[in-house]
T-cell receptor, first 115, second 117 residues
């Protein structure tokens, strides 16, 4: 399977704990995006990498959130001191950088439940 | 104001009916991109189509067709002869340049399509 993969697919945690999610993009894609999706809403942009450089961050990305893409390949999204409001689906997407507005291909998502 | 409006929250049809999902967008840019994605119950967003703002030609792909009209800022999606497997949430998205020069899509709230056998 050469699509975008995410791990874990589901995560249940207690409020106050830290969680980390991983995303592996399509191998030839150098752009990587993180989104959050809550029930009944479309995906909301969190942050974006071009290779290892984090180029854009949304206001939704509070200080408790941090994302990395150390070698320009896989990426991690960490949430510290989780809150119940963090419960959502976290989606990763990747795209090539051949032109502007390229199509993003999404992974299956990580569903987070904070108790 | 919503940049992408999908006014239909849920549509219910019987198999073989045609159905149109509406999408209205708002932008001041002359260069932008429009997308449709399908999200089945499994949760993974599946890419359906991408259009740039300079290409208003309508497109047909099997039972799917798209009508892009800049004059009304709409990018509507029609499924002909719907099937139960078409049941999903469909998202329209607009990608325009951010202040930093990146193109980041803004998604609508989605339209849930239920196709009954």
């Amino acid at each position: 399977d050469t699509g975008v993969s995410q791990d874990p697919r589901h995560k249940i945690t207690k409020r106050g704990q830290n969680v980390t999610f991983r995303c592996d993009p399509i191998s030839e894609h150098n752009r990587l995006y993180w989104y959050r999706q809550t029930l009944g809403q479309g995906p909301e942009f969190l942050t974006y990498f071009q290779n290892e450089a984090q180029l854009e961050k949304s206001r939704l990305l509070s200080d408790r959130f941090s994302a990395e893409r150390p070698k320009g390949s896989f990426s991690t999204l960490e949430i510290q001191r989780t809150e119940q409001g963090d419960s959502a689906m976290y989606l990763c997407a990747s795209s090539p950088s051949t032109s502007l507005g390229e199509t993003q291909y999404f992974g299956p998502g990580t569903r987070l439940l904070v108790l | 104001a919503q940049k992408v409006t999908q006014a239909q929250t849920e549509i219910s049809v019987v198999e073989k009916e045609d159905v149109t999902l509406d999408c209205v967008y708002e932008t001041r840019d002359t260069t932008y991109y429009l997308f449709w994605y399908k999200q089945p119950p499994s949760g993974e967003l599946v890419f359906l189509i991408r259009r740039n703002s300079f290409d208003e030609q309508n497109e047909i792909s099997g039972r799917y067709s798209w009508n892009f009209q800049k004059s009304t800022s709409s990018f509507n999606f029609t499924i002909t002869a719907s099937q139960v497997v078409d049941s999903a949430v469909y998202f329209c998205a607009l990608s325009e340049a951010t202040a930093g020069g990146s193109y980041i899509p803004t998604f609508g709230r989605g339209t849930s399509l239920i196709v009954h056998p």
